[in-house]
C-alpha cells in the first residue's frame, strides 16, 4: 500500500505565495518521476511540473518563471514553491508519483487526494 499525503493549500492573495509538499509513504522500493496537476472547475486536469529522480524538471508554460519543484528523496517526498500568484492559478492540486512497491515490480502512478489552492484578486 502506498500514500500520498499532500500539505500546504490556502487561500492567498494575487500576487502571494504558497509552497505545497507531499509525502510518499507505505511500500515503497524505487520512485520515478514526481509531480504536481491541477483541476480548476469544470476543466480537466493539468500537468504542472515534474521531477525526475536525478533532478529534471518540466514545468507548464503557463507556470514557468514562477513556480519551482523540487524533491527530497531521502524523504519521499516534493514540494511546489508557488510565487507570484494569479486568480488562474485557483484550483485543486494533485500529487503524483510513479512508484515501484518491490524492487522487481514496474512502477505504477500513485495520487494524492489533492490540496485546494484558492488565489483571491
Known amino acids: 500500500q502506498v500514500q500520498l499525503v499532500e500539505s500546504g493549500g490556502g487561500l492567498v492573495q494575487a500576487g502571494g505565495s504558497l509552497r505545497l509538499s507531499c509525502a510518499a509513504s507505505g511500500s515503497i522500493s524505487r520512485i520515478n518521476a514526481m509531480g504536481w496537476y491541477r483541476q480548476a472547475p469544470g476543466k480537466q486536469r493539468e500537468l504542472v511540473a515534474t521531477?525526475?529522480?536525478?533532478?529534471?524538471?518540466n514545468y507548464a508554460d503557463s507556470v514557468k518563471g514562477r513556480f519551482t519543484i523540487s524533491r527530497d528523496n531521502a524523504k519521499n517526498t516534493v514540494y511546489l514553491q508557488m510565487n507570484s500568484l494569479k486568480p488562474e492559478d485557483t484550483a485543486v492540486y494533485y500529487c503524483n508519483a510513479e512508484i515501484a512497491s518491490r524492487w522487481f515490480d514496474a512502477y505504477r502512478d500513485h495520487w494524492g487526494q489533492g490540496t485546494q489552492v484558492t488565489v483571491s484578486s
Open positions: 521531477v525526475t529522480s536525478p533532478g529534471s524538471t
